[in-house]
């Protein structure tokens, strides 16, 4: 069943801010096989500009993909998570996410269509920091695969 399109362009409340920790940016570039110093070593990261460590360029996906499930899990929505697979992912940046930011992330359904049976959404999230200031856009884009006899 095609997703309601009158969803298109709503906007959910921001997520509670997110402590971005030393620790999970070494973790998560280590995950990506990063070895880049300016994610591990503060003093690297001082002499490139930073106040302390950066994180590696797809760390948003772990708090912006999270926000996305209030989406997901919207039941007026009628998305079915069970058929839900993760089709793509970008991020344009104002600047990099640092150890220490408390960030909130608002999510809004930018697209919503049927391919082939397929329901295919595509969500934005805004990320800012506690001052407010814009971090990083996320765009996650889901595919919900037609159940079987579709």
Same mark, same amino acid.
């Given at each position: 069943?095609? @997703? !309601? ?19 999970? *940016? ?5 995950? /990506? %096989? %990063? ?5 591990? !070593? ?10 302390? &460590? *950066? +994180? ?11 926000? +996305?499930? !209030? /989406?997901? =899990?919207?039941?007026? @929505? ?5 058929? /839900?697979?993760? #089709? %793509? ?11 220490? !930011?408390?960030?909130? &992330?608002?999510?809004? *359904? ?5 391919? +082939? #049976?397929?329901?295919? *959404? ?12 814009? &971090? /990083? ?5 889901? &595919?919900?695969? +037609? =159940?079987?006899?579709?």
């Amino acid at each position: 069943m095609a @997703l !309601d399109q009158s969803f298109v362009g709503r906007t959910y409340e921001p997520t509670k801010p997110y402590e971005v920790g030393r620790e999970k *940016i070494r973790e998560f570039a280590e995950a /990506v %096989d %990063d070895p880049n110093p300016a994610y591990t !070593d503060p003093e690297a990261a001082k002499a490139l500009g930073y106040p302390d &460590v *950066i +994180a590696p360029p797809t760390f948003p996906f772990a708090i912006t993909f999270k926000a +996305a499930g !209030d /989406v997901v =899990a919207d039941p007026l @929505l009628g998305l079915d998570f069970a058929r /839900v697979v993760h #089709g %793509d992912q970008r991020f344009t940046y104002t600047r990099p996410v640092r150890a220490g !930011d408390r960030l909130a &992330v608002t999510s809004t *359904i930018e697209s919503i269509k049927s391919l +082939a #049976g397929n329901d295919v *959404i595509e969500v934005r999230g805004e990320v800012h920091d506690e001052s407010g200031e814009h &971090v /990083v856009t996320a765009w996650t884009k889901l &595919v919900a695969r +037609a =159940a079987e006899g579709e």
